[in-house]
């Protein structure tokens, strides 16, 4: 019974195709968001959001979209990947302060 | 700009002492920090957290230190346990906003 579930887990794919990666909670929390992990292990945040709308939009090339059927999921869909794209996506649910993190998708772009 | 800094990437402590990890931050308006857990190949954890107004917050083997003016936390892991290994980031919010900030990291290795 996973809290925050991430599908796939690993994403292998090439330069210029157009990839999607879902996210599902079950907490029943409002907010969600979508986190990137580079080379470099830092994680920055990419979107927010809170009972399907968008609160946190970061500075994220608009090949970037996420979509919020409902509060439960949060998808994020790549246009035209890039070798930069390749990277860790982690998918996280908020409550109370605290975040609760997926297990992570490794994309890799080649 | 970096706003959360983790100035150690690395840390080895021998199994039974403390393990002490090193957060700094830049902007004073963050008013509630976090701490988190990362195994290889798994998301991040929460551990503990502290609001602004404590100094300091206990859960078990875990204790987290807060000094604000020197815009400091600390994470006090006694006794260490080869458990306890694995990465961890701090992370920083102003309560106004939903955004975290996260620090690079510290790798912990406790030795058995």
């Known amino acids: 019974d996973t809290a925050v579930s991430q599908t796939p887990k690993y994403l292998v794919t090439q330069m210029g195709n157009d990839k999607s990666i879902k996210c599902e909670q079950n907490?029943?929390?409002?907010?969600m968001y979508w986190y990137k992990q580079d080379s470099k292990k830092f994680l920055k945040i990419m979107f927010s959001y809170n009972n399907k709308e968008l609160i946190i939009n970061e500075t994220v090339p608009n090949r970037f979209s996420p979509k919020s059927p409902d509060k439960a999921h949060l998808n994020l869909h790549i246009n035209s990947l890039e070798l930069g794209d390749s990277a860790v996506y982690f998918c996280a649910s908020r409550h109370d302060g605290e975040q609760y993190f997926g297990p992570g998708t490794r994309l890799t772009v080649t | 700009d970096q706003q959360v800094k983790q100035n150690s990437p690395s840390l080895s402590v021998q199994e039974g002492r403390i393990s002490i990890l090193n957060c700094d931050y830049t902007n004073s308006m963050f008013d509630y920090f976090l701490w988190y857990k990362k195994y290889p190949a798994e998301g991040p954890t929460f551990l503990i957290s502290i609001s602004s107004i404590k100094d300091k917050n206990e859960d078990g083997r875990f204790t987290v230190f807060l000094n604000k003016s020197a815009k400091h936390l600390s994470l006090h892991i006694v006794p260490s346990q080869p458990g306890d290994s694995a990465v961890y980031f701090c992370?920083?919010?102003?309560?106004?906003?939903?955004?975290?900030?996260f620090g690079t990291g510290t790798r912990l290795k406790v030795l058995a």
């Open positions: 992370a920083a919010l102003y309560s106004g906003t939903y955004k975290y900030i």
């Open positions: 907490l029943g929390h409002d907010t």
